[in-house]
């Protein structure tokens, strides 16, 4: 993984995102927009904003799985997994295939949030946002609210943890559909079409039925959830529930696949 282009083709693409919202957050600032808005509420992390940093989450499933998850297609279709499989057995190959897959898309989806809080605090100051000012998009039932105002750099710590779970989950969809098929071009497009046709079904639900935690509208929509204050609810065991659904099925299914595979 370290030393294919994948890695680092995908690690540019999302950073030159990172670079270019960063850069429009700058030239806010030049012209006297929240010149004393703190680095911690106009991270991407926490709110997605308006600049050019809302297409990296609209990218981010084709990022993550492109980086090395296509592999396990790949591997089928030229043949190379029975020189692996031969040597260290179905089970060592597969543990290894998705260890290395997860931990690809995660580190993707990580450090180009870290980036994006370091770029801007070389502009932005990091006073601790104050709750009683109403500027800070995290609500009392955004992830770890608390935390957010009481000690922000964990709560960066905490985020950016998450992102890295959300990454890894994209990229069991793409291994999951990539043990299915020998097609491994298909395996990379088929996060970015699950969260699409999530996001469709899941605003569907919402216009047609309110479904409420708290007396406020419950997020379901996952690409609202891989920053940390969206409108809707978004508690931290909301937001590790769904990673855990969209890791879990594609999982059970590279696996059951996995343990049955012959080399054929």
């Known amino acids: 993984m370290v030393r294919s282009k994948s ?3 995908s690690l540019l693409l999302a950073l030159i995102i990172v670079i270019v919202d960063a850069h429009s957050k700058y030239r806010l600032t030049t012209q006297g927009y929240d010149v004393n808005t703190s680095v911690f509420i106009k991270w991407l992390g926490t709110y997605r904003g308006f600049e050019e940093g809302v297409y990296l989450f609209s990218v981010l499933p084709l990022l993550t799985s492109y980086v ?23 089970k060592k190959y597969f543990l290894a295939k998705y260890i290395v897959s997860f931990i690809s898309g995660g580190v993707v989806f990580a450090l180009s949030i870290l980036a994006h809080f370091f770029i801007i605090s070389t502009f932005y100051p990091a006073y601790y946002p104050l709750a009683a000012t ?9 992830f770890c609210s608390e935390l957010f105002y009481s000690n922000p750099y964990l709560f960066v710590l905490a985020w950016t943890g998450v992102t890295f779970l ?6 069991c969809i793409a291994i999951g559909v990539g043990i299915l098929t020998r097609k491994y071009s298909i395996s990379v497009i088929a996060p970015f079409l699950a969260f699409t046709l999530q996001q469709i079904i899941a605003t569907y639900i919402n216009i047609r039925y ?11 929509i996952w690409t609202e959830m891989l920053y940390a204050a969206p409108i809707a609810t978004n508690y931290a065991s909301q937001v590790l529930l769904n990673i855990a659904l969209v890791a879990i099925i594609p999982t059970i299914i590279y696996w ?7 080399c054929f």
């Open 7 to 9: 890695l680092y083709i």
């Open 68 to 90: 090395y998850s296509w592999t396990v297609g790949y591997d089928r279709t030229s043949g190379y997994i029975i020189q692996i499989v031969t040597r260290i057995g179905r």
């Open 134 to 142: 109403h500027v800070a998009p995290v609500a009392p039932f955004s």
């Open 166 to 171: 959300w990454g890894g989950s994209m990229v």
């Open 210 to 220: 309110e479904i409420l935690i708290n007396k406020h509208t419950m997020g379901i």
């Open 256 to 262: 059951i696949r996995g343990r049955k595979y012959e």
